[in-house]
C-alpha cells in the first residue's frame, strides 16, 4: 500500500499531462505532484535497502571519531528551511563535555536528520526543536533530540519501532512511510549504540542516541553554538 499509492500518483498524473492540455497552472501542480511522489518513493526504497543490509549484516559502516559540533551546525543549517515552513524554531545547545563520538559520520547524520525532521513536522505552529549533547557516564556521549510537539500517546510508545505504523500520522498531511525510526534505530545499534524515545515530562518528546565516546584532538577544540538557525 505504502508502495502502490505514490506509484498510483505518479501515473495518474503523468496519463493527465500526457493525454491533455492543460494550462500552466494545473502543469505545474501536476509536476509538483509528482515530484513529491517520486521522492517518496525513492525514499521508502532506500529505507528498505538499508534494513535489508542491516538484516543481512551487509550495511557499510566506517567508525572514527566524529566531532558533534560541526555535525550538529551541519544538520541544523540543513533543515532551517524544512523548520521556517512549519513555524518552529531550532535550538541548538553546546555539546558538554568531550562532544566527540565514534560512529559513521553519514549514517549518524543520517539519524540525527530523521529525528530532527519528525521534531519539526510534528510539531505546532511557533514550537521549537531543540538538539544538543552531553557525557552520560562510561565513556558514552549522549546525543538529544527535544522538541515541543503534541508527544506520543503511552499507548503508542510499544509501537514505535513497528514497520509502517505511522501511530495515527497516516490520516495527516505529513509524508512518510513509517520506516524512518526502524532504520534510525538499527543504524545507531550498527554503529555500537542506542536509540530511545521518551514521552517528555510536560510537553513534546525527546529521542536520545548514545555512542560511545572518542578522544578530542585540538582540531575539535573550537566549538560554538551555531548562529542564525532560529525561525
Given at each position: 500500500?505504502?508502495?502502490r ?27 509538483e ?54 513555524d ?12 566527540a ?17 519528525n ?64 532504520v ?5 545499534q ?10 517528555a ?6 529521542a ?24
Amino acid at each position: 500500500h505504502e508502495l502502490r499509492t505514490p506509484l498510483q500518483a505518479i501515473t495518474g498524473f503523468t496519463e493527465l499531462l500526457r493525454t491533455l492540455d492543460l494550462p500552466p497552472d494545473r502543469r505545474q501542480a501536476a509536476l509538483e505532484h509528482i515530484g513529491a511522489a517520486t521522492e517518496h518513493v525513492l525514499s521508502m526504497v532506500d529505507d528498505l535497502l538499508d534494513i535489508a543490509k542491516i538484516e543481512a549484516d551487509a550495511l557499510p559502516i566506517r567508525i572514527e571519531p566524529v566531532e558533534l559540533c560541526g555535525l550538529l551546525d551541519e544538520v541544523l543549517a540543513l533543515l532551517a528551511p524544512l523548520a521556517e515552513e512549519h513555524d518552529v524554531t531550532l535550538r541548538p545547545a553546546v555539546p558538554a563535555g568531550r562532544g566527540a563520538v565514534r560512529a559513521d559520520r553519514r549514517r549518524l547524520r543520517q539519524v540525527l536528520i530523521n529525528l530532527v525532521t519528525n521534531g519539526v513536522r510534528y510539531n505546532r505552529a511557533g514550537g521549537w526543536v531543540e538538539v544538543g549533547a552531553q557525557d552520560s557516564g562510561a565513556s558514552m556521549v549522549t546525543v538529544a533530540v527535544r522538541d515541543s510537539g503534541r508527544g506520543i500517546p503511552a499507548e503508542m510508545m510499544n509501537r514505535l519501532f513497528t514497520p509502517f505504523d505511522r501511530l495515527g500520522a497516516e490520516c495527516s498531511a505529513e509524508p512518510g512511510a513509517g520506516l524512518g525510526l526502524v532504520v534510525a534505530r538499527a543504524v545507531t545499534q550498527a554503529m555500537g549504540g542506542t536509540l530511545e524515545i521518551r514521552k517528555a515530562a510536560e510537553v513534546g518528546t525527546t529521542a536520545e542516541i548514545t555512542l560511545p565516546a572518542a578522544l578530542r584532538d585540538a582540531a575539535m577544540l573550537g566549538c560554538a553554538v551555531p548562529t542564525g538557525l532560529g525561525v
